[in-house]
């Protein structure tokens, strides 16, 4: 069973940066995976925020974070990073990365219902 903890979260001031890390353990193959940084704000429905393709590499960005988050991938450490930069109020929330398979060339959606897998997460609060 796959399985994957987040760290990195804190407290920022605006235009501050953190960098959270995902680290996944229990894969079986050498098979692609769509991995996605997810958040959720009190009171809002998740959303999805950064998404690669493990196999490929391409990645998706939610347009009010491209410029400034990063989505990477670490393949020998099994680790999933997200560089965060010039964070806003707006950015504060519940983090946490999800995967699930993907086949070759695959899209990954931020349609959070079809990751089969989803960490705890770790909160990043921004103030002004």
């Known amino acids: 069973r796959v399985q994957l903890v987040e760290s990195g979260g804190g407290s920022v001031q605006a235009g501050g940066s953190l960098r959270l890390s995902c680290a996944a353990s229990g894969y079986t193959d050498k098979a692609a995976y769509c991995m996605a940084w997810f958040r959720q704000a009190p009171g809002k429905e998740s959303e999805g925020v950064a998404s690669i393709n493990t196999g490929d590499g391409v990645t998706h960005y939610f347009d009010s974070v491209k410029g400034r988050f990063a989505i990477s991938q670490d393949n020998a450490k099994n680790t999933l990073y997200l560089d965060m930069n010039n964070l806003k109020p707006e950015d504060t929330a519940l983090y946490y990365c999800?995967?699930?398979?993907?086949?070759?060339?695959?899209?990954?959606?931020?349609?959070?219902?079809?990751?089969?897998?989803r960490g705890q997460g770790t909160q990043v609060t921004v103030s002004t």
């Open positions: 999800a995967a699930f398979r993907v086949s070759t060339g695959g899209a990954c959606t931020f349609r959070l219902q079809v990751y089969d897998y």
